[in-house]
């Protein structure tokens, strides 16, 4: 079993910035893919970001250019950078990883508990 945990959501006024990580613990022999997403009220869930194993990033155009995303394999943790926050940014922000757990073996996808983020005057 895989576990994601995430932290570094919280309340930020507009245009401010958060960093939010996640961390993956238990059998795992490698993380193909890590990313985020994020659902607000009323809405359905869509993606942020990803990051492949060898780095490529893709993310929603929504985001790009104030959002990064980054990971750091040793830790198997993502992390996601977010600057010039707006209102419409107000979500719960949840991290998801796709996940080989021994050597040769499919990939199972992984999800945590979600962070807020909540950007407001």
């Known amino acids: 079993q895989v576990q994601l945990v995430e932290s570094g959501g919280g309340l930020v006024q507009p245009g401010g910035s958060l960093r939010l990580s996640c961390a993956a613990s238990g059998s795992i022999y490698r993380i193909n893919v890590m990313g985020w997403y994020r659902q607000a009220p009323g809405k359905q869930r869509e993606l942020v970001a990803t990051i492949f194993n060898a780095g490529t990033t893709d993310y929603a155009n929504s985001v790009k250019g104030r959002f990064t995303i980054s990971r750091d394999n040793a830790k198997n943790t993502v992390y996601l950078q977010l600057n010039n926050l707006k209102p419409e940014d107000t979500a719960v922000y949840s991290c998801?990883?796709?996940?080989?757990?021994?050597?040769?073996?499919?990939?199972?996808?992984?999800w945590g508990q979600g962070t807020q983020v909540t950007v407001s005057s």
């Open positions: 998801n990883a796709f996940v080989q757990e021994r050597r040769g073996s499919l990939s199972y996808n992984y």
